[in-house]
């Protein structure tokens, strides 16, 4: 007989998401369900607003991966008004965004992921000259001495006899899933530490450009920073100086720890190919090197596979009425027709009709409606979106940047292409996109030197900014490829407005409940099959949703002040 289990919220951070999952009496998961649990409402936000300020509302859906929806909406506001933005706003764009991409990738990998692959408390039976010995022999990191080890070991122990384990409580801790010896997980949590000090550095690039971080500045038309090499006030040789030293430490620290701590951990879990899932994947591509429209110029391809067929990349197009919509037959929204069929966004509506129970609950009632996201579908196929999405499109398409690394990656640890239709592989893409996105950081910024040093300063252009030029109605759509994967919006202007606005991203393409045919999406698809040790320490399921790193933070964020439990394993 099948057991239930909850885990809820799911995310390591932030958001809220709820997984239920059927496991038979083999401990294999036979069937699961992926909830949002909170409504986010940005679109009702948004509507009658000046088109020129949606992206500093839209930016603020999610305060992790900071600047990509702020890009995405000022291309669609662009897109609908025919405004072309300078080149040196363009290279500026796609360096905060690499910028993005790359810190955001350390920050999954070591404080999202890891724990779900490194055991903390084992890192205290390890022998810090034998972890000294193994992290010289994969890196030339200068930390790595017996010292530090033995140094960072004596801070775990006070750790655990403060009874205060702080960022490290409540893991499954000696979980017969955890395969690493106590030597890598003491390196994998001294590299924890390294990296959460580390990432704030990376960020500053966003400060520098965009005047803060998180929800750096964009600007319709452009970017809000001056360039004047010889100003105190604006982007001058002092700050480009410090934006190249930030790029080379950043290339630095993933080189010599990110790459070789991924390789070290994925040695130990080159048999844990669960969690493939759809075998369906979307990228919408990035990083224009010309033209946003111009799609032969994306250094991440566009496109979609289906089936894991890596022979075939069919095109895609988001302003397709026939190719892109979001139906809400198991979502907690009406549309105006009566009908739960699937809507192009221009076309999409967003009206919340809660019908579940009251909490607290047990469980939902999966036959009909279970989520506050709604179904995106490409011609009616659930599809992944996220890394390993743009890393086999590229491959597919024979990306001579992309087959290196993955050939590098996968030839390490011996492995061949089929591995990547995994969770570990989906964990392996993220590492080197990272890399490659790290390198998009230094290609981008050597762009931007050598357009300035043509006399070239100008960052926004102001042709159509007045809303007198504006058609009386319009309609734009913008694209970028977030951290977690496709993201678009959709903009309808009409008299000087915002009529619709629709945004569906990532984690909705993901994270999303069943279609009207009872076609699970790319979560509930990816936990299907997968064995668990022991189900009242659900960290196969953990590891696995981890591995797409959900992000449902276009919801409120509730912390229980009493300090009660949140978190709840029950089965049944």
């Not at 893991?171 to 010896?181: E, I, T, V």
């Amino acid at each position: 007989m099948a057991k239930k289990i909850v885990v809820d919220p799911i995310p390591r951070i932030e958001g809220h998401l709820r997984i239920e999952a059927k496991v038979n009496d083999a401990n294999v998961i036979e069937d699961a369900y992926s909830t949002g649990t909170m409504w986010r409402g940005i679109e009702v936000i948004l509507k009658d607003r000046d088109p020129r300020d949606a992206w500093a509302f839209a930016e603020r859906i999610c305060g992790v991966c900071t600047t990509v929806h702020a890009l995405a909406s000022v291309r669609c506001v662009e897109d609908a008004l025919g405004i072309q933005i300078p080149t040196n706003a363009r290279i500026i764009r796609n360096l905060m965004e690499a910028t993005q991409t790359t810190q955001d990738h350390l920050v999954h990998f070591y404080h999202l992921h890891a724990l779900d692959w490194v055991d903390v408390v084992s890192a205290l039976k390890a022998d810090p000259k034998q972890a000294s010995e193994i992290a010289q022999s994969i890196s030339p990191w200068p930390k790595s001495s017996v010292g530090y080890f033995k140094d960072l070991q004596a801070r775990l122990v006070s750790f655990v006899e403060s009874g205060q384990l702080g960022i490290f409580a409540n893991g499954y801790w000696g979980h017969p899933a955890y395969k690493l010896p106590p030597e890598v997980n003491l390196i994998a949590v001294a590299h924890y530490l390294e990296a959460l000090d580390f990432q704030k550095e990376i960020v500053k690039i966003q400060t520098i450009f965009g005047g803060k971080n998180p929800h750096p500045n964009y600007l319709v038309g452009g970017m809000a920073c001056a360039i004047d090499i010889n100003s105190d006030t604006a982007i001058n040789i002092e700050r480009l100086n410090m934006v190249k030293q930030i790029i080379d430490q950043t290339q630095t620290f993933i080189d010599q720890v990110y790459i070789p701590d991924l390789l070290a951990i994925a040695g130990y879990y080159k048999g844990w190919l669960h969690g493939g899932g759809l075998g369906n994947y979307m990228s919408y591509g990035d990083f224009p090197e010309t033209n946003v429209n111009d799609f032969k110029s994306l250094l991440w391809p566009r496109g979609v596979i289906l089936n894991k067929d890596l022979s075939t990349v069919i095109d895609v197009d988001p302003r397709d009425p026939n190719q892109i919509k979001e139906e809400i037959s198991h979502s907690w929204y009406t549309y105006s027709n009566g009908s739960d069929k699937g809507l192009h966004p221009w076309q999409g509506e967003t009206k919340p009709n809660y019908t579940g129970p009251k909490p607290p609950f047990d469980f939902l009632d999966t036959d009909k409606q279970y989520s506050w996201l709604k179904t995106p579908r490409w011609k009616d196929h659930a599809v992944e979106v996220g890394p390993l999405a743009r890393v086999l499109v590229a491959y597919a398409k024979g990306d001579p940047m992309i087959k290196d690394t993955v050939g590098l990656v996968l030839g390490k640890l011996g492995v061949g292409p089929e591995a990547l239709f995994s969770t570990l592989g989906r964990t392996a893409a993220r590492g080197i996109e990272c890399k490659q996105t790290a390198g998009f950081m230094g290609h981008f910024y050597d762009q931007l030197i050598a357009n300035i040093k043509t006399g070239d300063f100008k960052t926004f252009n102001s042709d159509r900014w007045e809303p007198s030029s504006w058609p009386k109605e319009c309609k734009g759509f913008g694209y970028t490829e977030a951290p977690r994967g496709a993201l678009g919006h959709w903009i309808r202007i009409k008299n000087e407005k915002i009529d619709e606005y629709q945004i569906v991203v990532p984690s909705t393409w993901n994270a999303s409940p069943r279609d009207g045919k009872g076609n699970s999406g790319a979560y509930e698809s990816a936990l299907k099959g997968t064995p668990m040790a022991d189900p009242t320490k659900p960290l196969e399921i953990i590891r696995t949703i981890h591995s797409f790193d959900p992000c449902l933070a276009c919801a409120s964020h509730v912390f229980d002040m009493n300090g009660e439990e949140i978190t709840k394993v029950t089965i049944v």
